[in-house]
């Protein structure tokens, strides 16, 4: 609400509306848009002791013990726990990706989440 109350008073009403009214919103918006961005997407750490994912409202952490399988879904990387309850931790993958088979971010993720499971799983 903040950003629209900003945005209407820097659109003005009127004829008297110049170039630099415009550019200043815009480069609000894009500012806006970026930070959004920033803090709106999920990051995934892991260690010796198992993955920490960061959210914009808050961390779990979650031991190697504790999980039993990763999958990719819509929604993201998901950790399938031996509690029964799923965990996204990675990026998603569009249907557009999937229909053309192209690799992204969520599956070298996946790929990586997997292989480190695998690893502390032998031990």
């Not at 003005?12 to 997407?41: C, E, K, M, T």
């Not at 557009?96 to 502390?120: F, N, Y």
Request: with cysteine; charged share 20%.
């Amino acid at each position: 609400m903040l950003c629209f109350g900003i945005a209407g008073a820097l659109h003005g009403v009127g004829p008297q509306n110049r170039l630099v009214d415009h550019i200043a919103l815009w480069v609000l918006v894009v500012v806006f848009v970026v930070v959004f961005l920033r803090v709106s997407v999920l990051r995934t750490e892991y260690s010796p002791a198992g993955i920490e994912v960061h959210r914009m409202l808050g961390t779990t952490r979650l031991t190697w013990e504790e999980i039993s399988s990763f999958s990719l879904g819509y929604q993201g990387v998901v950790a399938h726990t031996t509690n029964g309850r799923d965990h996204v931790c990675g990026p998603g993958k569009s249907n557009w990706s999937r229909w053309a088979r192209w690799r992204t971010r969520a599956d070298e993720t996946l790929d990586v989440l997997s292989s480190e499971l695998a690893l502390h799983s032998m031990r």
